[in-house]
């Protein structure tokens, strides 16, 4: 069983409202599309994010294919879902996204409170995050792009992602009083449309490295670098994708039980 399938088992669907934080290029989107598509369910999938330029729209919509037609996407910021009304989400789907919300220490814990307030009680709360890649073979193309991509962001004083361990997102959640519903791990996956993922790294990270405040001569270096680890991954001829988690949580009832 994947991530993804484990998350989306035991929940009732219809007539609910989903928010997926954050959409990213809409895999989790595309998966509780299907969900509701099976059913027929008279639900609706919020899906927000930070940033969704004209391009991946175009790219999410063409993934979703007619299943577009329960999404809704926004784009806004998960530590501030103005938008919406306290207690009006049934669901909250949020899918390899906390490595990029705990850039600081307890920043993780405000997102999750967010969560929190949008959620009615007794909804529904999914994350399914990351294991650090720390363990890998050092000389693996996936490492090499991981820790490359963070020493580039380091470079410019930015943060690029901190993945939190399973026992740090559990005491977090039960410390806003969340009730663990469910946990289960998933070893790492090789991931065959690498080089088209791979393709938007490699473009990503080059404008990055305008950006770094060092001089012109690092900056060359480090370019050299991300296309010398692009040449690897394709030679390796895949990449990893690290092995995940997924707890489910469920928002204390009103009453407190
Ligand atoms: C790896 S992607 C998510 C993958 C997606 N759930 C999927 O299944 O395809 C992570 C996303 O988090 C978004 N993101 C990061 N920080 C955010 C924030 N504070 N608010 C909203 N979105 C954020 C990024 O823009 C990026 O698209």
Known sequence: MQPLEYAGTGLELDQKIILDAAVGAGKATAFWAEKLSEIRASSRIIGVDIGLPREWRRRIGERLGENIKYVELVEGDIFNLDFLADESIDIVNCADTIIFLNDRPL?????????????????????????????????EGQWR????SKGIFELMGKTWSVEPEPGEVRKALEILGFEITGERDFPPVKIDNYLEIMDDWQNTMQEEIKNIPWEERLRKTIAAEVNKVYKRVAEDGYLLGPAKYVIKARKELAGGS
């Not at 792009?145 to 490359?148: Q, S």
């Open 107 to 139: 920043r993780l814990l405000q997102a999750f409170q967010e969560f929190k307030r949008v959620l009615v009680s007794g909804g529904h709360l999914i994350i399914t995050s990351e294991y650090s890649n720390k363990d890998l073979d050092p000389d």
């Open 145 to 148: 792009r991981w820790h490359l």
